[in-house]
């Protein structure tokens, strides 16, 4: 067994009955506590495992990348998002850094320059939950590594979520200008009415759509359950105007051309709403502050949905049922839009009664025995 320090790094070499296990740590504490744990699972019969995790030849984090992107990623869902965050990993600083040498130190420095950019807490804990599969599956599948490093550090929190609703008066003028782009009008009204996810839109077949029993079935979802979405009339009236067809998919289109096709109706809706301000007398400078027909995503349409549905009396139990979360702790944003339809309810069961007596009044009482 040693211990040499290389640089800024300290490497470990364990060999016991002829196996050996090699690793690079920042501290030499780090590197001694690996060092007599590595010992224990040699002589306990893990020296193959312990053996296999030396590289025999330079395997860099970009190499890991790759063979992820080659054997794993094709079998996920959301696999072009996933490609999107592989890609700034495979152009980062640690990409030419061999795997079995990223440390701790690495991750938080990287974790922190993340959280110093533009990008939200949220955004950042999904980049570093993309390289983390990377490092899972080279210690788990490929034994690259012991651990994956990732696992020891903080990652930020998710934050609140969004609250956006949208109005009517903006939907109105979002179908209005969406009338440029193919499928968009007919996509905005689903999601409205259903509450589905744009994956979920975009994923609908002409087989799992049942318009004489109005309800859509969803093989494969977000959470890995299948479910079924009852249709709203408006809904139903919306896809019965489609060319029906027995099998394919309902909409072309991919999350990415969706996204840019909302923003851009919803640009050119708020374009023709600021002339028509104008028009009206008011001044530019007003408008900067006006929050209508800003700040709005896809996405809302789903909140705005989920919202309507628990204000127009649907319990949380139901409304999972339609939404598709699995449990109610994710739907406990919307709890508080129940509390007036609680406060109407606890009304009509809190009518005064005549059957109880007055109240005493006991200062009265004390003056009456005088």
Request: aromatic share 6%; with cysteine.
């Given at each position: 067994m040693?211990?040499?320090s290389r640089?800024?790094k300290f490497?470990?070499?364990?060999?016991?009955?002829g196996?050996?296990?090699?690793?690079s740590f920042d501290?030499?504490?780090e590197a001694q506590?690996?060092?007599a744990?590595?010992?224990?699972?040699?002589e306990?019969?893990?020296?193959?495992r312990?053996?296999?995790?030396?590289?025999t030849?330079?395997?860099?984090?970009?190499?890991a990348?790759?063979?992820?992107?080659?054997?794993?990623?094709?079998?996920k869902?959301?696999?072009r998002s996933?490609?999107?965050l592989?890609?700034y990993?495979?152009?980062s600083?640690l990409?030419?850094?061999?795997?079995?040498?990223i440390?701790?130190?690495?991750?938080v420095?990287?974790?922190?320059?993340l959280?110093?950019?533009s990008?939200?807490p949220?955004?950042?804990?999904?980049?570093?939950?993309?390289?983390?599969?990377?490092?899972?599956?080279c210690?788990?599948?490929?034994?690259?590594?012991n651990?994956?490093?990732?696992?020891?550090?903080?990652?930020?929190?998710?934050?609140?979520?969004?609250?956006?609703?949208?109005?009517?008066?903006e939907l109105?003028?979002?179908?209005h200008?969406a009338?440029?782009a193919p499928?968009?009008?007919?996509?905005?009204?689903?999601?409205?009415?259903?509450?589905m996810r744009?994956?979920?839109?975009?994923?609908?077949?002409?087989?799992?759509?049942d318009?004489?029993?109005?309800v859509?079935?969803?093989p494969l979802t977000?959470?890995?359950?299948?479910?079924?979405?009852?249709?709203?009339?408006?809904?139903?009236?919306t896809l019965?105007?489609?060319?029906?067809?027995?099998?394919?998919?309902?909409?072309?289109?991919?999350?990415t051309?969706l996204?840019?096709?909302?923003?851009?109706?919803?640009?050119?809706a708020?374009q023709t709403?600021?002339w028509?301000r104008?028009?009206e007398g008011?001044?530019?400078?007003?408008?900067?502050?006006?929050?209508?027909?800003?700040?709005?995503?896809f996405?809302?349409?789903?909140h705005?949905?989920?919202?309507s549905?628990?204000e127009?009396?649907?319990?949380?139990?139901?409304?999972?049922?339609?939404?598709g979360h699995?449990?109610?702790?994710?739907?406990?944003?919307?709890s508080?839009?129940q509390t007036?339809l609680?406060i109407?309810?606890?009304?009509?069961?809190?009518?005064?009664?005549?059957?109880?007596?007055a109240?005493?009044?006991?200062?009265?009482?004390l003056?009456?025995?005088?």
């Open positions: 040693s211990i040499r640089g800024k490497q470990v070499r364990v060999t016991v009955n196996h050996t296990a090699t690793q501290t030499i504490a506590r690996w060092e744990h590595q010992k224990i699972l040699l306990h019969g893990m020296a193959e312990s053996k296999a995790v030396v590289p030849a330079k395997f860099t984090l970009a190499d990348i790759d063979r992820y992107s080659t054997e794993v990623l094709p079998g869902r959301g696999h996933e490609l999107y592989l890609r990993w495979r152009s600083s990409a030419d850094r061999q795997v079995n040498e440390s701790r130190q690495d991750l420095t990287l974790r922190d320059h959280l110093q950019s990008l939200k949220a955004s950042v804990r999904r980049y570093l939950d993309c390289l983390s599969a990377v490092l899972t599956a210690a788990r599948d490929w034994l690259l590594v651990t994956n490093p990732m696992r020891e550090i903080r990652k930020p929190a998710n934050g609140k979520p969004r609250e956006r609703r949208v109005s009517r008066q109105r003028r979002i179908l200008a009338r440029f499928d968009l009008q007919a996509i905005i009204i689903l999601a409205l009415e259903t509450g744009r994956s979920e839109i975009l994923s609908l077949e002409w087989q799992h759509v318009l004489e029993k109005r859509l079935w969803l977000k959470n890995g359950d299948a479910r079924t979405v009852p249709l709203s009339i408006e809904a139903t009236k019965e105007t489609r060319p029906q067809q027995t099998e394919g998919k309902l909409f072309s289109k991919n999350g051309s996204s840019g096709a909302f923003q851009r109706a919803v640009h050119r708020r709403y600021e028509e104008k028009t008011v001044f530019p400078s007003d408008l900067e502050h006006d929050p209508f027909l800003r700040n709005l995503r996405h809302d349409l789903r705005e949905r989920i919202s549905l628990v127009g009396g649907f319990n949380l139990i139901e409304v999972a049922a339609i939404s699995r449990t109610m702790q994710c739907l406990k944003r919307y508080h839009l007036a609680l109407d309810k606890l009304d009509r069961i809190s009518q005064p009664s005549t059957t109880l007596p109240p005493v009044v006991v200062g009265a009482s003056k009456q025995a005088k």
